[in-house]
């Protein structure tokens, strides 16, 4: 069976405390995007979870979460025989895409779903959780605001429809690093979030893309200047909005016409000499 694995923006991220555990509060506006990695699932004689990916930097054991998501529902359900899955990766690696914790979701979805274990969305979600912050978004997709850790989920209405440019440094970047970066500032420009909302419930694309932002760019950005020239670059060839994604260093550009995007991915292209994405945002799944 197909399964695809679709990467997120974060239209608005902000950080709103931090738990006793070390684990940062978060209220963030995710955006899951057509750009998609595609699994391929099939039951196996063999015990176990055998994984094949086209992506040779990606492990096949324990440190992928595809690997840790198969293992956690077929430890827990014991299903007769084991799965084997092959993964085509087309989200760049550490780029705060949540590509790992798409691909988690989904092999989460693939299994449930081959091995008709019946369980719905917010048991996935309960489990998807122990393997990271961003999977039970991961597996709900759409538009959403995202708070706690990451597992509080309130299903947005869509992004208008629109146009989705991303560019990513070549160096990538630790969640844990910029978020000890993050901490040690003594002042932080927080992100009209609320304003976003209400944006997004009248529909109005421009008053979302002019509210975007992201505590994490300015410590990302001083380690990595590329991610304020792709931004300003993104901005000149007529952006509406353009802001870093996660804890980065991928920076996305939001455009109301293709032709300017499709303009911005070639001075990108010449800028960045390696693969910039054109892509849009996936519609909601569910209802807001």
Request: net charge negative.
């Amino acid at each position: 069976m197909k399964i695809e694995a679709h990467a997120k923006i974060n239209l608005g991220l902000d950080v709103t405390g931090r738990r006793e555990d070390g684990y940062h509060l978060v209220r963030m506006i995710m955006q899951e995007l057509e750009l998609h990695d595609t699994l391929w699932l099939e039951k196996s004689g063999e015990p176990g979870v055998q994984l094949i990916s086209d992506e040779p930097a990606l492990g096949a054991d324990k440190s992928n979460l595809i690997v840790r998501a198969a293992e956690l529902l077929l430890g827990l359900f014991m299903p007769e025989g084991g799965v084997r899955i092959r993964l085509e990766k087309r989200i760049p690696l550490a780029a705060g895409l949540a590509g790992g914790s798409a691909d988690a979701a989904a092999a989460l979805r693939g299994i449930n779903e081959l091995f008709e274990l019946n369980l719905d969305d917010a048991e996935l979600c309960r489990l998807g959780v122990q393997l990271g912050a961003d999977v039970p978004y991961c597996i709900m997709g759409g538009t959403a605001l995202s708070e706690g850790i990451g597992e509080v989920l309130t299903i947005l209405p869509t992004l208008p429809s629109c146009y989705i440019v991303l560019g990513k440094p070549e160096e990538g970047m630790s969640t844990a690093e910029a978020y000890h970066l993050l901490d040690a500032q003594k002042e932080i420009r927080h992100p009209d979030i609320d304003g976003q909302i209400r944006a997004l419930k009248r529909e109005d694309l421009a008053g979302v893309a002019e509210r975007v932002g992201n505590v994490l760019e300015p410590v990302t950005a001083a380690r990595q200047p590329e991610v304020d020239a792709i931004r300003r670059q993104l901005m000149e060839a007529g952006a509406a909005g353009a802001c870093m994604s996660g804890s980065g260093p991928t920076v996305f550009g939001i455009f109301t016409e293709a032709e300017k995007a499709q303009r911005a991915c070639s001075v990108l292209k010449r800028v960045l000499s390696r693969e910039v994405i054109l892509t849009t945002p996936a519609q909601n799944r569910r209802k807001a």
